[in-house]
T-cell receptor, first 111, second 113 residues
């Protein structure tokens, strides 16, 4: 079993929809959780990070961590065609220098 | 602008050749990393370095080598011993002073001819 699991998609939604992207993890020692957006042939761009449980909001993006169920979510409101990309979740334990990534979910927002 | 630069963007290598990928950061981050990305496999850690003159093997270090002579620089050499080097290579950096958040460079696409 991988430490971080992510559905590869692809996920297709109409413009303006609310998108929900999810990951599960198995290591309860993870403290930091991150979401990256990666366009084709580009480096991943950090979107959100959260420490421990709870929600964090930034514009149209909301990151949610539920440590009791080991579940990580990213919500995108009012999705745009420019949001079409691969979204990677990642988890990290401080001091280990090991970031564990999901395989990424490919999202396509249709105009 | 602070960030991570990687060069070249595209690299072609003949079988049997060693090639070196460059990574430079001006974020003043202590830790630097090299990942390999293949379709459907996510990011796999090759090497990482916590401080200058120190580095550790990641999950797939065979056929690769690194050096960390300066805080800003972490070059990766793909040797002829790497059996399947065609991939997208990503450099990253992080620092406890920036909540351990990891930032990535734009990547280098290596193709073996």
């Amino acid at each position: 079993q991988k430490e971080v699991e992510q559905d590869p998609g692809p996920l297709s939604v109409p413009e303006g929809a609310i998108v929900s992207l999810n990951c599960t993890y198995s290591n309860s020692a993870f403290q930091y959780f991150m979401w990256y957006r990666q366009y084709s042939r580009k480096g991943p761009e950090l979107l959100m990070y959260t420490y421990s449980s709870g929600n964090k909001e930034d514009g149209r993006f909301t990151a949610q961590v539920d440590k009791s169920s080991k579940y990580i979510s990213l919500f995108i409101r009012d999705s745009q065609p420019s949001d079409s990309a691969t979204y990677l979740c990642a988890a990290y334990t401080s001091g280990t220098y090991k970031y564990i990534f999901g395989t990424g979910t490919r999202l396509k927002v249709l105009a | 602008d602070g960030g991570i630069t990687q060069s070249p963007k595209y690299l072609f290598r003949k079988e049997g050749q060693n090639v070196t990928l460059s990574c430079e950061q001006n974020l003043n981050h202590d830790a630097m990393y090299w990942y390999r990305q293949d379709p459907g496999q996510g990011l796999r850690l090759i090497y990482y370095s916590q401080i200058v003159n120190d580095f550790q093997k990641g999950d797939i270090a065979e056929g690769y080598s690194v050096s960390r002579e300066k805080k800003e620089s972490f070059p990766l050499t793909v040797t002829s011993a790497q059996k399947n080097p065609t991939a997208f290579y990503l450099c990253a950096s992080s620092s406890p002073s920036s909540t351990d958040t990891q930032y990535f460079g734009p990547g280098t696409r290596l193709t073996v001819l």
